[in-house]
Each structure stands twice: as C-alpha cells, then as structure tokens.
C-alpha cells in the first residue's frame, strides 16, 4: 500500500532548539496538509500545499513555525525556536485534487517533545 | 464557515452491542464528510466518506454513517462491536476549500 512516510516518528528536544519534521507525501498526490494533534486542542490544520504552493498557513505560529515543499517528494515543518507549548504530535496527510474526491491519507506523525 | 461537533467524549460499548457515534456538522456549502478512525499511536485512517449520491455509506470494518440534511449529522453506526473497533474516532468536514475541518474526537471503548 501506498503511504505517507513521516520522520522523525520521535524527537526529543530542549527549548530554544531548531526542529525540523519531514513528510515524504504519496507519490502523484499534490496536496499536502499539516496537523497538529494535543490532547487539549485535538487536531489543528497548520498549514497546506496544493503543487507545492501553500494555500493557506494561517493556524500557524507565524514568528517560530514555517512550512515549505522544495520538492514534490518532501515537505518540511520547522520550528525555531522550540518552546515547551509546542509539544505535540504532528501529522503529514497527502492526496488528490479535492478532498471531496478522495480524503486524504495520514502518516503516522512526530511525536515531538520540548523539554 | 465549516465546523464538527462529535457529541459525547467517550463512548463504552460491550462487545457485540450496537455502536452510534454521532457528528452534527455547520456548513453553509454543500458540505464532504469523513469518519477516520485512529489508534493508538497511529495515523488517522479513512473509515467513510459522503461526496454527493447516495446518502447511507458503507465502509471499511462493518461501518456506515448515513448524511441527514434535516438534521445537518453524520452519524457512525456498526450492528455489532468488536473488540479491536477500540479506538478514536474523528468526524471531519470539508468543501470546495479543501480545508478538511476534524471534530474533537471520540473515543470507544469496548467491553468483553
């Protein structure tokens, strides 16, 4: 099965440290979504792709966040500085065109934690 | 805009017993609408969606949820429980913006 392909699947961290996440999304799928998933807010859309445009990044933290595709094959998800709030699971999905045509598929997240 | 509400935190069940998880959506567009299951220490996995059609949908492991305009729900139903449906359920909405918006979740639980 086809799937999307996420590392670190965990990162431990101290503040004030760069962290970088990365997602390999399907192969031929062109949009490319970022979640964030804590027990207190459930799952966040941070920012998304469509052929490696950003469409909309307007859940994330603008000053410490940033979310880039260099290629078709990667897109990354930084954080700079790391702060303690930021601990959290984040989820890469990819899929097709329209969510209405396909949903999306998820991988099985970055466990990260700021210490 | 668009938003879930998944009505009920925890859902216990005994095994074999009917399962209804609920999910009322807002859209002010003809809204797609998405179950995903997700275990522990796991990704999020597609169990069902509505397009347009047919408004009782079938999907994967005994699950179908019917799309009731009236009622503007999504709810997730299976006959019969299993111990392995133990997991996190989340109901998600989308539309012509692609945004796919999730509900705060429901967890399952199921009892021998």
């Known amino acids: 099965d086809a799937r999307v392909t996420q590392t670190p699947r965990h990162k431990v961290t101290e503040m004030g440290q760069e962290v970088t996440m990365r997602c390999q999304p399907i192969?031929?799928?062109?949009?490319v979504f970022w979640y964030r998933q804590t027990m207190m807010q459930g799952l966040e859309l941070l920012a998304y792709f469509r052929n490696r445009a950003p469409l909309d990044d307007s859940g994330m933290p603008k000053d410490r966040f940033s979310a880039e595709m260099p290629d078709a094959t990667l897109a990354t998800l930084k954080i700079q500085p790391s702060e303690p709030r930021d601990s959290a699971v984040y989820f890469c999905?990819?899929?097709?065109?329209?969510?209405?045509?396909?949903?999306?598929?998820f991988g099985s997240g970055t466990r990260l934690t700021v210490v | 805009a668009q938003s879930v509400t998944q009505l009920g935190s925890h859902v216990s069940v005994s095994e074999g017993a009917l399962v209804l998880l609920r999910c009322n959506y807002s859209s002010s567009v003809p809204p797609y609408l998405f179950w995903y299951v997700q275990y522990p220490n796991q990704g999020l996995q597609l169990l069902l969606k509505y397009t347009t059609g047919a408004t009782l949908v079938k999907g994967i492991n005994g699950f179908e949820a019917e799309f009731k305009k009236s009622e503007t729900s999504f709810h997730l139903t299976k006959p019969s429980a299993h111990m392995s449906d133990a997991a996190e359920y989340f109901c998600a909405v989308s539309s012509n913006t692609d945004k796919l918006i999730f509900g705060t979740g429901t967890r399952l639980q199921v009892f021998p």
């Open positions: 192969l031929g799928h062109n949009t």
């Open positions: 999905a990819s899929g097709l065109g329209r969510t209405g045509g396909h949903g999306y598929t």
